[in-house]
């Protein structure tokens, strides 16, 4: 099951307007989605976009027995611009959710080989419509990109131990399984103490790289001010330092179309407990001038 992470404050972030509009760039599991429209009235509109059609056949059924202004979309985050386009939607909308990442449900789906403690097919795509899947790249990508990739975690002389070893595995043996890329991983890393935290980090990084994940962002952010009414609301959860880096200097640098930005905001103790998905979660949020 996937608990929507630090709910409370993201609807204190978003401070819902009943008639608004809002974007949910991440549906997922429909979580936050679902709680932010019962403060929305039949006035209001809610788009939701995920680049995983399975999810709004999953998690959309919810949606369909209320009667408001739902709507939603399979695309890319950073193609909001489009509907923001078609639909007319320049400075009028109140609040737009990013909580990045996959959620539990694509993590535990062992056809989908997000994570390494499921056994599946290495496909890491979100999209399935999109040509290159992790397996390919494994097999095909040169010792540079491999390096690069890897360098995500921070640790030069482990990612280039990961990639010398992925290149030994290579010669013999085609990469297909998450469990043929934890048996590399695990040869490279099991010493280390913190090994578990490298595995999370490096099955991250291929991830991202596979969805081009890095990318989306920063066109997203080029477009987005637009979009946001005076007072609008854009809030991200991130889960690795890197996208909250990007996000973090990305609106220092535009002060002067902000009214006000929340540092950052971590999970409460409770939630910690509660849900241990949610221990890099960071939340930062921006209001427009
Ligand atoms: C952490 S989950 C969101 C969970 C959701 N907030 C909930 O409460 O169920 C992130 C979702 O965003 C989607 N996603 C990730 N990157 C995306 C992107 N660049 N464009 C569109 N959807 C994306 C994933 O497919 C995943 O379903």
Redesign the pocket.
């Known amino acids: 099951m996937?608990?929507?992470?630090m709910?409370n404050e993201v609807l204190k972030g978003l401070d819902i307007i009943s008639n608004g509009i809002y974007f949910?760039?991440?549906?997922?599991?429909?979580?936050?989605?679902?709680v932010v429209s019962k403060f929305l009235n039949r006035h209001a509109s809610l788009k939701m976009?995920?680049?995983?059609l399975s999810?709004f056949f999953i998690?959309g059924k919810k949606f369909f027995f209320i009667k408001k202004k739902f709507f939603f979309y399979k695309?890319?985050?950073?193609?909001i611009s489009d509907i923001i386009y078609d639909n007319n939607l320049f400075g009028k909308v109140n609040g737009i959710?990013v909580?990045?990442?996959?959620?539990n449900?694509?993590l535990l789906d062992f056809n989908r080989g997000f994570g390494f403690k499921t056994d599946g097919f290495l496909d890491m795509r979100?999209d399935l419509n999109q040509n290159i899947r992790a397996v390919d790249w494994f097999n095909f990508a040169s010792l540079d990109e491999l390096v690069i990739v890897f360098s995500f975690i921070d640790n030069l002389k482990l990612s280039k131990a990961i990639v010398s070893e992925i290149l030994f595995f290579r010669k013999k043996n085609k990469i297909r399984t998450s469990d043929d890329f934890y048996k590399i991983l695990f040869k490279v890393c099991s010493s280390s103490k913190n090994y578990m935290n490298y595995f999370n980090k490096i099955y991250q990084a291929v991830r991202i790289f596979i969805?081009?994940?890095m990318s989306?962002?920063f066109s997203?952010l080029r477009n987005i001010f637009d979009s946001l009414s005076s007072s609008g609301v854009l809030l991200f959860?991130s889960?690795n330092s890197l996208e909250d880096k990007i996000i973090k200097n990305f609106f220092k640098n535009n002060s002067l179309v902000l009214k006000s930005f929340v540092n950052f905001i971590k999970p409460s103790i409770e939630e910690l407990n509660n849900n241990y998905s949610s221990r890099s979660a960071i939340m930062r949020f921006f209001i427009k001038k």
């Open positions: 996937h608990i929507p992470v709910l949910d760039c991440t549906f997922g599991t429909g979580g936050h989605s679902f976009i995920d680049k995983d999810n998690f695309c890319a985050f950073d193609e959710l909580d990045f990442g996959i959620s449900y694509q979100l969805n081009n994940d989306v962002l997203f959860i889960f």
